[in-house]
């Protein structure tokens, strides 16, 4: 389909970092003191800092959200052979890490109400070799934790919360990364706040805390010096990095509301349009991590994904059903999961980043309402859609990470 946006070259990225406040000063005093790598004084406060503002006893800092997965799996005694359900929604770090963990994924699909894993596919999924569910909450909105928790409660089983697209939503008040047995966070350019690659996994478990903090320092025993006696990573963050994070997390308040408020001047741009921005369910508080929207059908994205390129403004697909790649596709690829390839072949996400000024959302905005009527003038015919749906789907395939424009 045709568009022909006039040329206002905005250049509007889909996400990018907002480091106006401490950041610079203490990483120089990190370079002035010769404390860079994983020893120094950020490299705890950040730890601290983050177990306070989520709420739970040890916060431990890792090299990226990827890593945190891991070190959470881990920590939490998954072993090779264990079955941990998971959404086949989500981003391919909740899912790699179960494998080089030598588990199995199982996969489920999500519910069209919350695009969130369904609870009662979970609870059809579960069998005698489960050992424990990896959540992911999309973009800033939070799956139901409280049935989730009542579920793996019931059948003894971890509830591992992947929480880097969630720091700082709540659900009835509670914050996310407190709500699993074990939490993981990102801390990538694009995330909430950053610190250039960063993770931390959190929780209230004292012996998970423990095990956690081992597999990421090389399985070192806790009182002799350079004796090993289980094989872990190094899964450290510099000090440098945490630098970044303590200054980020200074202002994460202030970059919370900035998200919450251009979220509602999409819903208020957009409303009466063909789209149908990601609901946020009874008693959360999204961070709106990233705004998500559902279009009609395919080729509506395809048209509006061009139309704003055109425009220079970047938008992301919303990622792909996690059981049709071809490391999983073999095993898992022919389950149908239809919630997820609905959501993932007609969604999107726009631009989210805290500095977005109200001009530039509504010029977003104007784009994805001409893009929609044109589209539905172009196309009246039902038939026509279809034939287009066939012929776009395959771009959305692999097109899933997010990146960051510095
Ligand atoms: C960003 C993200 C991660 C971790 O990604 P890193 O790039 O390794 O920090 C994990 N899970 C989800 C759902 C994410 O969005």
């Keep these: 389909m045709k568009s022909t946006p006039k040329p206002t070259k905005k250049n509007i990225p889909v996400y990018q970092p907002d480091l106006s406040g401490n950041e610079r000063e203490y990483v120089l005093r990190c370079i002035d003191t010769n404390w860079i790598s994983s020893r120094g004084e950020f490299v705890e406060r950040f730890e601290k800092g983050i177990a306070e503002y989520v709420g739970v006893s040890h916060a431990i800092a890792v090299c990226n959200g990827t890593a945190a997965v891991h070190v959470a799996l881990v920590g939490a005694g998954i072993r090779p052979g264990d079955e941990i359900i998971v959404p086949s929604l989500t981003y391919i770090a909740s899912v790699n890490p179960i494998m080089l963990c030598g588990a199995t994924p199982v996969f489920v699909d999500s519910d069209p109400k919350t695009w969130h894993v369904d609870p009662d596919r979970i609870r059809a999924a579960i069998g005698p070799r489960t050992k424990a569910i990896v959540v992911a909450h999309?973009?800033?909105?939070?799956?139901?934790?409280?049935?989730?928790?009542?579920?793996?409660?019931?059948?003894?089983?971890?509830?591992?919360?992947?929480?880097?697209?969630?720091?700082?939503?709540?659900?009835?008040?509670?914050?996310?990364?407190?709500?699993?047995?074990?939490?993981?966070?990102?801390?990538?350019?694009?995330?909430?706040?950053?610190?250039?690659?960063?993770?931390?996994?959190?929780?209230?478990?004292?012996?998970?805390?423990?095990?956690?903090?081992?597999?990421?320092?090389?399985?070192?025993?806790?009182?002799?010096?350079?004796?090993?006696?289980?094989?872990?990573?190094?899964?450290?963050?510099?000090?440098i990095a945490a630098a970044i994070g303590v200054a980020q997390l200074e202002r994460l308040p202030a970059i919370l509301e900035a998200k919450r408020r251009l979220a509602q001047w999409y819903a208020e741009d957009l409303a009466g349009c063909n789209i149908e921005l990601q609901p946020e369910p009874p008693g959360v508080v999204s961070s709106r991590w990233m705004v998500a929207a559902l279009v009609e059908n395919s080729a509506v994205l395809a048209a509006v994904r061009s139309t704003l390129a055109a425009g220079g403004v970047e938008t992301r697909p919303i990622f792909a059903p996690i059981?049709?790649?071809?490391?999983?596709?073999?095993?898992?690829?022919?389950?149908?999961?239809?919630?997820?390839?609905?959501?993932?072949?007609?969604?999107?996400?726009?631009?989210?980043?805290?500095?977005?000024?109200?001009?530039?959302?509504?010029?977003?905005?104007?784009?994805?309402?001409?893009?929609?009527?044109?589209?539905?003038?172009?196309?009246?015919?039902?038939?026509?859609?279809?034939?287009?749906?066939?012929?776009?789907?395959?771009?959305?395939?692999?097109?899933?990470?997010?990146?960051?424009?510095?």
């Design 138 to 239: 999309l973009y800033g909105s939070l799956a139901d934790m409280v049935t989730l928790r009542e579920i793996a409660d019931e059948h003894k089983l971890v509830l591992v919360e992947d929480a880097a697209e969630a720091l700082g939503s709540t659900l009835n008040g509670r914050q996310a990364g407190s709500l699993g047995h074990v939490s993981s966070l990102s801390f990538y350019g694009n995330k909430t706040i950053t610190t250039g690659e960063g993770g931390m996994v959190c929780t209230d478990d004292a012996v998970i805390a423990s095990r956690m903090r081992k597999f990421r320092g090389q399985g070192l025993c806790a009182h002799r010096e350079y004796w090993h006696d289980e094989i872990g990573f190094n899964f450290r963050m510099t000090n």
């Design 323 to 406: 059981h049709r790649m071809p490391p999983y596709a073999p095993v898992h690829g022919r389950i149908p999961m239809p919630v997820a390839e609905d959501i993932s072949s007609r969604g999107l996400n726009l631009p989210s980043w805290p500095g977005l000024t109200r001009e530039d959302v509504s010029h977003v905005s104007s784009l994805v309402r001409r893009a929609i009527d044109e589209f539905s003038l172009a196309v009246p015919h039902r038939v026509n859609i279809e034939s287009l749906e066939v012929k776009t789907m395959p771009a959305q395939v692999g097109a899933a990470r997010p990146a960051v424009v510095a």
